[in-house]
């Protein structure tokens, strides 16, 4: 049920995202993300032919090396029943095997603690977002290191 993204999958996620969020923010950092060529990876979870959730991995400015996770969404008809677990989990496992240092997350901790993220982890790495939901996970390359956190431009507002 979890796949990665089809070109014909993008009308219908941008919708998705615009009815996750309430808005067409995140569809055109999503844009913008693919524009620039930071992009990594996209899944899709959909037991049909149409998307119920998504998820993005998109490279960090900096640390090397590292994913930034956003956005995930999940369409408000199908939350909780596991759907973006299941995304989160299938994005962590293919950053890893491809060799990627860590991912970093802004987001709830009650959420992404159970994938294994946390506050502590992204503490050694200076940035402009809120440490109260700024968080990490170490894919075996983060230990020991620090400084300066960027998210691609997009993410970072322009
Ligand atoms: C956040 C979101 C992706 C979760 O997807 P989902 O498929 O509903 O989540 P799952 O079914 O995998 O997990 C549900 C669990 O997450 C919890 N949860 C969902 N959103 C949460 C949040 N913002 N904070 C804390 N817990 C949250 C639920 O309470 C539930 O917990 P339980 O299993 O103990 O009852 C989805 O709610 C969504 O698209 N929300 C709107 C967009 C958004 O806020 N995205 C996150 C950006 S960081």
Redesign the pocket.
């Known amino acids: 049920m979890i796949r990665t993204l089809r070109v014909a999958d993008r009308a219908p996620v941008a919708a998705l995202l615009g009815a996750?969020?309430a808005g067409t923010e995140e569809a055109g950092i999503v844009a913008a993300l693919r524009l620039a060529g930071d992009m990594v990876l996209e899944l899709v979870a959909a037991p049909e032919e149409a998307p119920l959730?998504y998820i993005a991995f998109s490279r960090m400015a900096a640390p090397a090396g590292t994913l930034g996770l956003?956005?995930?969404?999940?369409h408000p008809a199908c939350?909780?029943?596991?759907?973006?677990?299941a995304l989160v989990r299938e994005g962590l496992d293919r950053a890893s095997a491809r060799g990627w240092n860590g991912v970093f997350?802004?987001?709830?901790p009650?959420?992404y603690a159970r994938f294994g993220f946390s506050l502590a982890a992204a503490a050694p790495f200076g940035s402009r977002w809120p440490a109260s939901h700024l968080m990490a996970l170490d894919l075996g390359g983060l230990e020991g290191k620090g400084g300066p956190l960027r998210y691609a431009p997009a993410l970072e507002g322009g």
């Open positions: 996750a969020f959730g956003a956005p995930l969404a999940v939350q909780r029943q596991g759907i973006g677990a997350v802004l987001g709830e009650a959420y």
